[in-house]
């Protein structure tokens, strides 16, 4: 392209300058005509150009939002880069803007880190609308109440595994957890079995699960706020980004297409599994090919959600469920009594219990609340202008409700930061009048996730049964001296614990044979 002759640019520069100006004055009053007065929400002052990207917290952001909400109140206002953010601080805000106010702040915002990290295909992250609609009805119809105890027999078995490899490599909680759960879902959506730790799905899995954790904490990654920047080739100086990008966009995508190639391999071949996308596919026998192809992809997507739906809120609650117990040897010790007078001692607890363990119950509403798993929530946006309590909500606003800061509010949790299950009970029964975790952990309003049934089904059938056989205490070192673990969160939208040691063992030889299976035969 020529260069522009220094006659064109000085006879040019006026004009450019007067458009600026007329731009600008243009953009002031529109922007004056839609608040009509009305003022933002408090926050921190923003600067020119960058506005409030330097006051957004790095380390722990939802215990820095919940400090910076006590200097200016429970519904913060940022705005970096031209994007609008609040954050809600405390469950009144959270449910007026995101349950009773649903049909404006039931969008996502259109960040382009969906697609960097190869998540386009998921309905929790799509704006709302027909396409979500769509994909979420189809989900529902697998995994709400009335179905999910189809599923009971899976978990049951997963979690007899989990106990075995527990028995026998207890050093290696983390990898048996992460396969547990892996392995129950992929059983159950796919009809496919997880034969040993270190599959290579379950390798992929974990890799675009990391993806999602890292890059969608707000501030992560500049190009979030700057999306020109995906086109820098990965190999210049300082775009190092694109090679964890690209790594966890690949990771992905063989997330969606392996199991689902496996099913439908499986199913051609005339060995059709009794799996939720076996009944997919076989609902297609009446379409026209042309039609055949729209619903395996949106069957094929869904699919994948139905494991990074949960796997976010199961693992990390499971870890958290161990650091609590290796801190907490009273609430064990509680818990093992209700079991002892509840299943006794000739089998391993079971789905059919859950009503008469309010104990192991409160202990796993206590996991959710304490150290829960999505701190920030995933984020909601306005679709339209908004008033509330006199301020001005731009459209576009992206929403976090701070769902630990709301799951740490002294009023409904007294002390919050001690672990307490005795919180949600009242003369040996669960407490209604206490307001649920699961209400917050789990999201808000429409976008409220549709496979929590599923999700809490599993971890109580593993937490009750880890706790009717095995004994947690606090880590030790090597002269047998316990280790102090400091309870602490990594950063991340997806948080986990971030030390998690302990010391398992049985309980004893009758809780070995359990584990073994000397009891009665299970009800499948």
Known sequence: MSMLSPTILILATPALLVVGVVWYIQAISHWRARTRGRPLPPGPKALPLVGNLFDMPKATPWIGYRNLSAKYGDILFFR??????????????????????????????????????GWEWNFGFMTYGHIWRRYRRLFWQHFHPGVVSKYHGVQRDESRQFLKKLLTYPERLEEHIRHTFAASVLKTVYGIDVAKEGDRIIEV????????????????????????????PEWLPGAGFQKRLRRWRDASHEMVEMPFAQAKAAMKDGHPTSSIVGTMLGGMAHLEDSAVAEEEYVSKNVAAISYAGGADTTISTFQTFFLAMSLHPEAVAKAQAELEAVVGPTRLPDHADRSDLPYVNAIIKECLRWQNAVPLCIPHAAVEDDEFDGYFIPAGTVVFPNAWAILHDPEAYPEPER??????????????????????????????????HFAEASLFINIARVLHVFIIGPPLDERGEVIRVEPKMKDGILSYPEDWRCTIKPRSAHAETLILGGEHPETH
């Open 80 to 117: 970096t880069l031209g994007q609008s953010m609040i954050i809600l601080g405390n469950p009144r805000l959270a449910f007026e803007f995101l349950e009773k106010r649903s049909s404006n702040y039931s969008a996502r915002p259109l960040s382009p880190m969906f697609d960097l990290i």
């Open 205 to 232: 899995i974990d890799t675009s699960m990391e993806g999602v954790s890292v890059a969608l904490t707000p501030g992560a990654f500049l190009v979030e706020y700057l999306p020109f920047l995906r086109h820098i």
């Open 419 to 452: 672990f307490l299950p005795e919180r949600f009970l009242k003369d040996g029964q669960l407490n209604p009048d206490v307001r649920d975790p699961a209400t917050v952990a789990f999201g808000f309003g429409r976008r409220i996730c549709p496979g929590r």
